[in-house]
């Protein structure tokens, strides 16, 4: 029985010291783990910073305003319509031409007008001159009509000549016509701004833009 009884505490000692053993070797591995984990925390801290530090760049909103150059935000037609009276002695008509002109339009601006003001954590802060807002073409559509009216005997028709600069001079009358129209270019601008949200927060960094119009 003391036999067993010695045999048994043997056992425990052995076992005891097994366990230490095992613990002390397990200790090392726990603190390299958790090291580790630490490291792959500063990472990410300095991966956010980073990326925080690019994202408050302006550069960055302002090298895509460049790429993109200019945005049309409004397209329209234009009618114009002009009946052609050369007169002659007792006001009597010598010549006569109807214009049917109809007009392609476009409003936009050049992106080169556009600041970026600052960027603050997700939000970036633009300023847009509105005076910039400019018509920046006007095309005669092919399905126009230049009809020749009535003339009088001896009176030749309006000669391509007289044709080009009439057709010059009501594209001009249209031209301001537009130019005139407040509610045109309000709507313009206000389709550039979302325009310009929809491209900065395309590039994946903001989640807000501030427009200052001026």
Known sequence: MK?????????????????NK???????????????QLGDYQKEIDR?????????????????LRKVRKITTLEGNYRYGSVITDKGFMDLTLREMT??????????????????????????????PKNWVQ??????NPDSKIINGKKMI?????????????????QQKVVNSIGANKNLFDT???????????LVLSLGYYQQVIFDVI
Not at 48 to 64: C, D, G, H, S
């Open 135 to 140: 018509l920046q073409y006007i095309q005669l």
């Open 48 to 64: 956010a910073n980073e990326l925080k530090k690019k994202m408050e760049n302006p550069v960055i909103v302002q090298t895509a």
């Open 22 to 36: 095992s613990l002390v070797l397990n200790a090392p591995i726990n603190v390299k783990t958790e090291q580790s």
């Open 99 to 128: 214009l049917d002109l109809k007009f392609k339009f476009g409003i936009g601006m050049d992106l080169e007008h556009v600041k970026v003001m600052k960027v603050e954590g997700t939000t970036v802060f633009l300023k847009i």
């Open 154 to 170: 001896l009176v030749s028709q309006f000669n391509p000549s007289d044709v080009e600069t009439l057709i010059e001079q009501s």
């Open 188 to 198: 313009a601008n206000i389709n550039l701004q979302n325009e310009l949200e929809k």
């Open 3 to 19: 036999k067993f009884i010695f045999f048994l505490v043997v056992i425990t000692l052995f076992a005891t010291i097994i366990s």
